[in-house]
């Protein structure tokens, strides 16, 4: 049974995570480091899924009941703002490999940050009624800061050009799971 005063905020960098966490935190959730033990009434726990050692914790968080959720770009997008930023790619597959192994089949709200409105008003409703919190984000948030350096806040999947082959080889193995998550006229669930 979750524990609606305890949240786990899991992510890939550049996934959109300080969007989803500024809109919990909005809520009265305190932020703390996953490695902590809670100090609020209403914890909001963070980390990435970036090293063996914090996905173990995030994952075992999940399992002993701490809501999870999680922001979510799609890779083609994810990549190219890894790469405006010169860091290798391999990584980021293996955090996205953990992510549909791991982490989608067992966390409660997955928000796609860069998915159509529909997609992502039906993610808040979602996140919403797991939090019993009423949660409106400003989208025009998204935007954040590296916007101006990287240009790539606005991205969509379908505007990636030229997709790196590993990102590509991603994305064809969990199309599936993209679909669940209203990618390619899918249906969000």
Request: net charge neutral; proline share 6%.
């Amino acid at each position: 049974m979750p524990k609606e005063d305890e949240v786990l905020l899991a992510s890939i960098p550049h996934t959109g995570t300080k969007f989803l966490e500024a809109a919990i935190r909005r809520e009265g959730y305190s932020l703390q480091a996953a490695s902590e033990f809670a100090k609020y009434e209403k914890t909001l726990y963070f980390t990435h899924i970036d090293r063996p050692d914090s996905s173990r914790l995030a994952y075992y968080m999940m399992l002993s009941g701490i809501t999870t959720v999680m922001p979510f770009r799609h890779p083609y997008v994810t990549a190219v703002s890894w790469e405006c930023r010169n860091m290798k790619l391999w990584p980021l597959v293996t955090m996205y490999e953990r992510f549909f192994r791991y982490f989608m089949p067992r966390c409660q709200c997955v928000v796609p940050i860069d998915g159509s409105d529909d997609v992502r008003r039906r993610a808040i409703q979602k996140l919403n009624i797991i939090l019993g919190i009423n949660s409106s984000p400003d989208w025009s948030e998204v935007i954040n800061p590296y916007k101006v350096r990287n240009h790539n806040a606005d991205l969509r999947y379908y505007d990636v050009q030229r997709p790196s082959g590993y990102i590509v080889e991603l994305v064809n193995e969990h199309m599936p799971e993209l679909f669940r998550l209203g990618y390619y006229e899918g249906t969000y669930i």
